[in-house]
């Protein structure tokens, strides 16, 4: 039978590029993996300490009565409210906030979060004009491309760059000439720390953009899956921001528990309302054993204790090993430039004038046994034919050090012969 | 700030009917209880054998090295491997099918899957034409009005009804001269057994409109929410169909895991890969915990034995007294009807020629301290102005014997004095 979609059925039909590209790399992996380099995960590592606290609370949710009503009832489509508790008893303590329980939701993960977000504030109007989706800097992550009913309603701005030449370091910034808000745009989403790039937008753009958001009405979604207070993946220190348009969006999947979809919402009423009655239309709620045990993790201060003390070392140790291996083995002459580590689990790198486009390099790599993420994919929105956007690769920090050394020591040699090809 | 919704934003900002009586109920609840007789609940209960089952797969998945793969890492976005192998293993021998990892799904819930079908099957198409969701008969489950992005796209038709007079009992059948599925439709969609009225479309009835479906290449969704052979709510024999265009929905939600959000659509590939596609892109994938328990539960058989041998029973057995209470207690001379028990939850009575309308019934009942769901809000996408959608309300059999009976006494003396009144 040929089944026919409607036209939003055909626009989520598609699926992101760099899905394509973890199906090569799970293709590839799944021959013989030895040797090989794989610089190329999403999926974070478990960490022992962090899995045993997930499971001491999954062992005591199992011994309370509560384990009946956690699994065998149906819930507030706001989510679960010993979970909305603890977070609200420790962002009012740590932030000096008023939240109640109506400035939070939980839903079945961030990505659902954005999802939702995207079809409440983007897409048609009554009116019948599109509402954008806007991605105030660029590169940013690539799910984002999957997130609107409407093609090419998402929409980004090529930022500016600015270099440390000897240091071959570069940092991403908004380019407020380009940036553009006004009564066509919808909702403002970014991710702080930033996937792919971990590059951490500054508090004073942050403001500037929320800014020009609110001049319009516009809410501002700031996606901090890897931002303090968890899962603490800022190398750098960072504030998070709250506003009359700002929503600051948590997701548990790097505090490890991307298996149960848990995303959080805590921003203005009206901003959270619209988008819990879709929930409670599309899914009557979200899972609710993750939301439990996380209750627990954040309201005994242990999650915080997690990121602190845990997840952040041993990322930022990560990170670390990667930035000696490129100084150790990348031509220190050519024009090759890392992102400023500020957090994330990812590192970007940038080849200024590469000869081959990013998805070629990744060819050649993966023949050598390395495999890590071509760059043009974490562009979303992005329609301006800009070089730079074949000419980055975005390093796993969940690799190992030995990884992470030999596949940078591959790089660096193959690196070097396309920049002297004539 | 005054916020401004999408077009689509504003239709799931609407509130199901039946909320706003859950709302009502549950602020009801909320004072005090003593001595009501609740029959509304959608909730169902927590029964201790079932109950055990999943404690002790929890245990079991806490003891495993699998645990941290469950919740520590992303999954695949059409579910959890075991649990689609489970799936198939027991459907393959159970109906004699040839099922394969293509052939089944897992989202987030019944409600996920059923918004999720809704709007890559009906909504607008390419052309600009909306393609209807269709529900055969009438009354159906009332979470079907939110589903769709569109307003006005669910459609329903004035079923035929049979009457056995003398027993006080009713049956819908589709009414075939109305239901009109041709190239403006989209999707069908039903439940079966039906909530509200425990209503099982015959075989003869879901082939002829899947056939009707199958001419204009229409993919129908059986919703098996209470279906054989799990959770096993069908209270007389019931056989699951598959076909060309024929997608088994099941929910674990009457076996006992509602809060953990787990739908199941089992159909072919071409119709099941664009649900799984919009999903990847809307959510990754549904939380894997609820899963894990369910693959162990299903693939040792005690789903299966579950049904069979507690939950069917428990709740025939709860019919079985609704309808002894209604014997006893309803006024034999009045045109009362119980629509036949063929499964669910829910009983469901209709006073035909009822003087006030289903809402005031439910006002009076309450201020007698029963309450029952006033049934108007049952009947999604049935636009026509049929006085019988204000002529039923619907009785949850999960209260308990005394309430039942109580409930139906005080409910007979009601409805005794409304048909007296001049």
New interface residues.
């Given amino acids: 039978?040929?089944?026919?979609?409607?036209?939003?059925?055909?626009k989520?039909?598609?699926?992101?590029g760099v899905?394509a590209i973890m199906k090569d790399i799970n293709e590839t992996l799944a021959g013989n993996t030895d040797g090989i380099c794989n610089l190329s995960a999403?999926?974070?590592l478990?960490l022992p300490e962090?899995?045993a606290v997930?499971?001491k609370y999954?062992?005591k949710l199992?011994d309370s009565p509560e384990?009946?009503?956690?699994?065998?009832?149906?819930?507030s489509s706001k989510g679960y409210e010993p979970l909305i508790q603890a977070i609200i008893k420790d962002f009012n303590q740590r932030y000096n906030l008023e939240l109640t329980s109506k400035n939070i939701l939980i839903t079945?993960?961030s990505?659902?979060l954005y999802?939702i977000v995207a079809?409440?504030?983007?897409?048609?109007?009554?009116n019948g004009q599109m509402?954008k989706i806007i991605l105030p800097l660029s590169p940013d992550y690539t799910?984002y491309s999957?997130?609107s009913?409407y093609e090419n309603s998402v929409v980004s701005f090529v930022p500016n760059i600015s270099i440390k030449e000897s240091e071959h370091k570069f940092k991403y910034h908004p380019n407020f000439d380009k940036l553009l808000i006004d009564q066509t745009s919808?909702c403002v989403i970014f991710s702080r720390p930033a996937n792919p790039s971990g590059n951490i937008i500054t508090d004073e753009e942050v403001h500037k953009i929320a800014n020009a958001a609110?001049k319009y009405?516009v809410?501002v979604f700031v996606d901090s899956a890897y931002a303090t207070p968890y899962p603490g993946l800022n190398f750098t220190e960072m504030t998070p921001i709250f506003g009359?348009?700002i929503v600051h969006c948590i997701s548990l999947?790097k505090g490890?528990?991307?298996?149960?979809?848990v995303g959080i919402a805590i921003g203005?009423e009206?901003?959270i309302a619209?988008l819990e009655?879709?929930q409670?239309?599309?899914?009557?709620?979200?899972?609710?054993?993750?939301q439990a045990i996380a209750a627990m993790a954040i309201e005994s201060g242990e999650m915080a204790k997690l990121a602190d003390q845990v997840i952040r070392p041993f990322y930022k140790n990560k990170f670390e090993i990667f930035h000696d291996a490129l100084d150790r083995f990348m031509p220190k002459d050519l024009p090759w430039y890392v992102h400023e580590g500020e957090g994330s689990i990812f590192g970007w790198i940038w080849l200024k004038d590469l000869p081959i486009t990013d998805w070629e390099l990744y060819q050649i790599l993966k023949k050598e046994k390395v495999l890590v993420v071509p760059g043009k994919d974490f562009f979303p929105g992005l329609t301006s034919d800009w070089k730079h956007k074949n000419e980055c690769i975005r390093i796993s920090l969940t690799a190992s050090k030995e990884e992470i050394e030999n596949g940078i020591r591959i790089l660096a040699r193959i690196v070097q012969n396309l920049y002297s090809q004539p």
């Fill in positions: 039978m040929q089944v026919q979609l409607s036209k939003a059925g055909q989520m039909d598609k699926s992101s899905r999403g999926n974070p478990i962090v899995e997930w499971k999954t062992q199992l384990f009946g009503n956690v699994v065998g009832r149906y819930g079945g993960g990505q659902t999802f079809n409440v504030y983007g897409g048609l109007d009554q509402k799910g999957g997130i009913l919808g609110k009405s809410p009359d348009n999947s490890g528990l991307p298996g149960e979809r203005p009206e901003i619209p009655h879709f409670m239309n599309c899914s009557i709620h979200s899972s609710r054993y993750g």
